[in-house]
């Protein structure tokens, strides 16, 4: 038996909760973030310095990081939802349709209807999932497939351009407050909503619980079904938002906006330390591992990579950090079974 | 006072084969559905759809889902075992490269071929190992190797293409068989069908897949070499992926990084639909045949009938979902009717 | 912190001729049973008598068919695992159920937690609370750490404190000392016995006798579905107990067999796999029967399986007819006449999805094969042969295995490793969960063998099977052989002192 530290002094406890954060998935991203962004700042000081490539830096990533925060929260429950990429395409796509065809509707609404909209595509989702039990990765696969297919439909042979949209709708795509885009703290502030959910909400802890043991989620008498759809719909919520945010950057949308979009918030997840398999991460990882992959793909043309090598570099750092966390797990599992056995002598 | 429990006589036993006649094997299956679709497809499109009859549309028709039909052999093994691939399509991407640099730099042909293959295959094995060995989920790896494969294929041909191929193999690849319409490179197709079947269905390696899938530890208590076999199936995914690869670029004349983009999914898709089952464990080879079949014939009649491809991919979604969503409801709805009072929620078997 | 009782007169929880059945099988035909508060109370019975029937009716898992179901006097029916928690019933399993990924804290607290303004989770009060917990308890488990690792003692306190959190009146504990070690298992009975002063009402289901006696005030036998009686534990004996639960008189259950012993045919040196088994040293010869016996969690099986080559040792060697088997290598193994029955029937023994025939045929495809190819009609030749052979009662060789009973499941499991033609059989509980007229069947199947040369090496957690088949007994405790014991010399008592090495004193009640 191990022993309790219930009345450890707080000067302990305290070290030993920065010894946690340091050892954090986390903060070694977020390491390797800063290491990447000061490798290229050297080499090249408009990479950092100058106010486009500061405010880029942090702007064109936080759409992916919206994607990747939903996409965290359905892995953890031991899900996945390939059909964000779609959502999100769809909801930029109405999301110009609105401007054009309801002159003078308020931005407010869009966003609104944005997240509804993107909102009631997870709700499909999860209600299919959820009810039916059938494996997320096949039915978001379908819906994938059935979302972009009414993108490409409704688009027809259009495209929404820049100049359909209100003036002050594009302003938002590049304001900045302070030096920080506006969009960027759109998502900022979703993602710490986000994050103090999970954290600190009982059915936030209750989707780390049924991600990692859906049977014992089950036999404690958790209301699965009710949080896995909830998970859904906040996953196709925040890819709704990413959708109108991203008609707002762009201002062009066509209809294979967002393509690829799922794979790589997948892959941020994964490389933010979210396990495949539920029960672990949290959103700020998936977030900083959003982070991390935008702005290693920016910087490797700076550090002499020319950028065609981009997806390489994706796929291995998605390979690496899977195999961290295994070597890490293998390692953990031994380490407490030892200990288990040292106390039992 | 000593039991005796077995009679003095004993009884012989006689079993059956089957316990259901030959045609409610054969016709109340999944495959038989997807069949029964293809050729109800075909019926009404035949009839209605202008030109959808004519042997021009077939050819185009089968040069158009080779690639499709080739990768769903091995992805069938794969799927039937409980694993995926996902990476696929880059690989196919990463020979088609291959493919054209080193003809490009003055390799025959021939050898760039072989060459490809090889690339496949060791990407299958690196697949395999980091699986099998690493002990890593086959999603999440083969999520990350899509990017890397898709990665080194345009990495290494940046934005250009590989054109010049000689026109006697750009001609092989759309070549047909006498007056037929049927492309030639079906033979190919075929003669790999055949031995794919061969395995899955009547080999001590094809007994062993389905185990797998059903019950790995059963399989590895009964002496099945379950780590073996699931590396061999994904470096057969990757070898048969290259050689769609070497097909896909000779057919368009065109290496590029970014052929076949999203094919896996289509390829996925197919197999799901034609009876196999994510979970693992149940499938078979001519339902998946048919489900490519199945989506590509929708697609070129619906193209013909001048329907647009967004349109048949949101049939191909929607049939995907159907089909998984009706399986686990008969299984719910053979469970219920197992149950007349249907207020309990125990597992069927009961318990020890 | 006694608990008020709320109808004096009631019992705490209480069964009325109780049924329950799964399509044809009847699992329960008569459960009863009447746990008072402040009491301990026994539930024993064979594998298959109903007992996990039972808690699973109490735990919210099953609806009864009939019968009544009393809660503190009233009328209950749960419908969901929920309900029966929320009645302030707790069911802690043989495998407990925990969240690896969460810390002990959270586990208990799931869906519980103590909460501040804006329903924001209140994680010093939380953790304040579990070391409360565990300081009642009189454990020490870090309140921190991640479930995952942690022995399966400890998680079993983890699921007491999430009980007693609860507050739950009612504690059924399923086997729970089949995985623990001697000091562990005194620790939980301290915790059990400190609860039943609380005024709750507990529910003890073992296998092991010794610990019955010693913690148990009262005990109820149940047998094939059935309840047979209670008694208060001062008033009854071992041999009655055992009469009770089969029905019959124990010591011509089992026939004996007589059989020549020919060579060595497995040998087994030094097997050692570090915290697993230690040492490892015996021969089985060929006619003979030898017997693994021991508690349950002593690490039989786990030796069983580093023989057959699905779980690793490190050092050591086996070798059969002078043969060394290869290690980790369950092809190997077969390929040199070695066979194993497992333990887990379901899990390892069969494909339960798939039919008797391919299960029945899966050991021999090699030699069924004609190059390299296997044909449906000769697996289905060989299936009827075996099949009959064992008189598996099935009406079709394409039914799946899941659908059979216990029984018949464990024939097909045997015919297929028989149609190997081994020559040394290792048998894992070869019958654990079957009827008693299959049982029969089985050790007869096992003696006849015996008699025409095969070596058997028969793992069992029941004592009369081991003292009926074995030639002899090879006891293992905590991983190492305590005793090899000719059938002579094999008694209950020698066996079980030699399985515990607990004090002779608090063994009394054992004969």
């Known amino acids: 038996m191990t022993t309790t530290t219930a009345s450890a002094p707080a000067g302990q406890r305290i070290l030993h909760a920065l010894g946690g954060i340091a050892k954090a998935r986390e903060t070694g991203i977020l390491v390797a973030l800063v290491l990447v962004v000061i490798a290229a700042t050297a080499r090249n000081p408009n990479f950092l310095f100058s106010t486009d490539g500061f405010r880029d830096l942090l702007l064109t990533p936080s759409i992916l990081l919206l994607v990747a925060v939903g996409q965290a929260i359905v892995i953890i429950t031991r899900n996945v939802d390939l059909s964000v990429g779609s959502t999100l395409g769809l909801t930029a796509y109405l999301t110009g349709r609105l401007f054009i065809d309801v002159p003078g509707i308020p931005i407010i609404l869009v966003f609104l209807i944005g997240l509804l909209f993107g909102g009631f595509l997870g709700l499909i989702n999860g209600a299919l999932i959820a009810f039916a039990k059938v494996p997320a990765l096949v039915i978001t696969l379908g819906t994938l497939y059935i979302y972009r297919g009414i993108n490409v439909w409704w688009t027809g042979s259009d495209r929404i351009n820049a100049s359909d949209m209100p003036k002050d709708f594009l302003a938002l795509g590049t304001k900045t407050i302070l030096y920080i885009p506006v969009l960027t703290i759109i998502a900022v502030v979703v993602l710490i909503a986000a994050g103090w959910y999970l954290r600190n909400q009982r059915p936030g802890r209750e989707l780390y619980a049924i991600g990692s043991d859906p049977a014992a989620a089950n036999l404690y008498g958790l209301k699965v079904t009710q949080r896995v759809l909830v998970a859904f719909v906040v996953c196709g919520a925040l890819a709704g938002l990413a959708g109108v945010l991203y008609s707002a950057r762009y201002g062009t949308v066509n209809s294979q906006a967002g393509s690829g979009f799922e794979l790589e918030a997948v892959g941020a997840a994964v490389i933010g330390g979210v396990a495949i398999f539920g029960g672990s991460g949290t959103v700020w990882g998936a977030a900083i591992g959003a982070y991390l992959l935008f702005t290693i793909n920016r910087a490797l043309p700076i550090l002499g990579v020319q950028d065609f090598w981009q997806r390489a570099v994706v796929g291995v750092l998605i390979i690496g950090a899977i195999v961290l966390d295994r070597l890490l797990a293998l390692r953990q599992t031994r380490k407490l079974t030892e200990a288990r056995d040292n106390d039992n002598d | ?352 | 912190m006694t608990i008020s009782h709320h109808a004096a007169g009631h019992a705490a929880l209480e069964l009325r001729d109780v049924s329950k059945s799964f399509g044809a099988v009847v699992a329960l035909s008569s459960g009863s049973l009447r746990l008072e508060n402040n009491s301990i109370h026994a539930l024993i019975g064979e594998n298959g008598a109903g007992k996990s029937t039972i808690v699973k009716i109490i735990a919210g898992l099953y609806q009864r068919d009939s019968g009544e179901f009393l809660l503190d006097g009233q009328s209950t029916d749960f419908t969901s695992t929920a309900q029966s928690k929320a009645a302030g019933i707790a069911v802690i399993y043989q495998e407990p159920t925990l969240f690896p990924d969460l810390s002990v804290t959270e586990n208990i607290f799931m869906g519980r937690q103590p909460t501040r303004s804006l329903g924001r989770i209140d994680r010093r009060l939380m953790r304040e609370e579990a070391v409360g917990l565990f300081r009642r308890l009189g454990v020490r488990i870090d309140p921190d750490r991640p479930t995952l690792g942690l022995s399966i003692a400890d998680q079993q306190i983890i699921e007491i404190a999430k009980a007693i959190s609860l507050d739950a009146r009612v504690l059924v504990m399923d086997e729970p000392t089949a995985a623990l070690s001697g000091v562990e298992v005194e620790r939980l009975f301290a915790v059990a016995r400190s609860l039943r002063d609380e005024g709750r009402a507990l529910m003890f289901i073992s296998h092991r006798f010794d610990e019955v006696f010693d913690l148990c005030d009262t005990v109820t036998v149940m047998r094939d579905g059935e309840y047979i009686a209670t008694s208060p534990i001062a008033e009854t004996t071992v041999d009655e107990l055992v009469r009770r639960m089969v029905g019959r008189d124990v010591t011509n259950l089992f026939p004996k067999e007589v059989a020549p012993l020919g060579d060595d045919v497995l040998v087994v040196t030094n097997l050692s796999q570090p915290g697993v088994f230690h040492d490892v040293d015996f021969t089985v010869r060929a006619g003979e029967i030898v017997a693994l016996a021991g508690l349950v969690g002593a690490g039989r099986s786990e030796i069983a399986r580093a023989i057959f080559g699905v779980d690793p040792y490190s050092t050591g060697t086996v070798s059969i007819s002078g043969t060394r088997v290869p290690r980790r290598n369950p092809g190997a193994s077969m390929q040199l006449g070695l066979a194993l029955v497992p333990e887990d029937r379901r899990k390892q023994g069969l494909v339960l999805e798939s039919s008797v025939a391919r299960n029945t045929t899966m050991a021999i495809q090699r030699t069924l094969s004609r190059f390299g190819l296997l044909f449906s009609s000769k697996e289905n030749e060989a299936a009827r042969q075996w099949a009959s052979r064992l008189e598996v009662k099935t009406s079709a060789l394409d039914t799946e295995v899941g659908t059979l009973s216990g029984g018949n499941q464990q024939k097909v499991v045997l015919a297929k490793w028989l149609a190997t033609k081994p020559s040394v059989l290792i048998i894992d509980e070869p019958t654990r969960g079957i009827d008693v007229g299959t049982k029969a069947e089985v050790h007869r199947l096992l003696s006849e063998l015996a008699g025409t040369g095969l070596a058997i090496l028969m793992i069992s957690s029941e004592l009369p099977e081991v003292l009926g088949m074995a030639d002899r007994v090879l006891v293992v405790r905590e991983g190492r052989i305590t005793a090899s014991l000719a059938r002579a010399d094999a008694t209950a008592e020698s066996v079980m002192l030699a399985a515990t090495q607990s004090a002779p004193a608090t063994k009394e009640a054992v004969r």
């Open chain 2, 1 to 352: 006072m000593t039991e005796t429990t077995t009679a003095t006589v004993k009884i012989a036993r006689s079993y059956r084969d089957y316990s259901a006649p030959l045609w409610r094997r054969v016709l109340l299956t999944r495959e038989s559905a997807v069949i029964a679709a293809l050729l109800i497809v075909i019926l009404v499109a035949s009839v209605s759809v202008d030109h959808f009859a004519s042997p021009i549309t077939m050819t185009y028709l089968l040069l158009d889902i080779t690639p499709i039909l080739l990768i769903a052999l091995p992805m069938t093994f794969v799927i039937i075992t409980g694993e995926i691939d996902l990476s696929v399509a880059s690989t196919v991407g990463l020979s088609s490269v291959v493919l054209g640099t080193l003809h490009q730099g003055g390799m025959p042909i021939e050898l760039a071929a072989v060459a490809a293959l090889v690339v496949g295959a060791l990407g299958g094995a690196l697949n395999g190992f980091l699986i099998t060995v690493v002990g890593l989920p086959s999603l999440a790896v083969t999520i990350g190797t899509l990017a890397l494969y898709r990665g080194l294929a345009v990495g290494l041909l940046g934005t250009t293409a590989v054109t010049d191929f000689t026109e006697f193999w750009k001609d092989l690849a759309k070549s047909k068989i006498g007056e037929t319409g049927v492309p030639s490179v079906m033979i190919l197709f075929l003669v790999l069908a055949v031995l794919f079947a061969i395995l899955l269905h009547f080999t001590r390696f094809g007994r062993g897949v389905y185990a797998i899938g059903l019950s790995p530890e059963a399989a590895l208590f009964s002496g099945v070499r379950v780590q073996r076999t699931k590396f061999i199936l994904f470096v057969l995914t990757g070898t048969v992926s290259a050689l769609a690869g070497i097909y896909y670029t000779l057919r368009f004349g065109s290496a590029r990084g970014d052929n076949a983009t999203g094919l896996e999914l289509s390829v996925i898709a197919a197999v799901l639909l034609g009876g196999v089952s994510i979970f693992g464990g149940r499938g078979s080879l001519h339902g998946v045949i048919a489900g490519v079949l199945l989506i590509g014939t929708l697609g070129s009649a619906l193209r013909l009938a001048s329907v647009t491809s967004d349109v048949i991919n949101i049939i191909t979604g929607l049939l995907l979902v159907a089909s998984v969503v009706s399986t686990s409801v008969l299984a719910w709805l053979r469970t219920r009717r197992a149950r007349p009072g249907g207020k309990t929620r125990a597992t069927p078997a009961a318990p020890q």
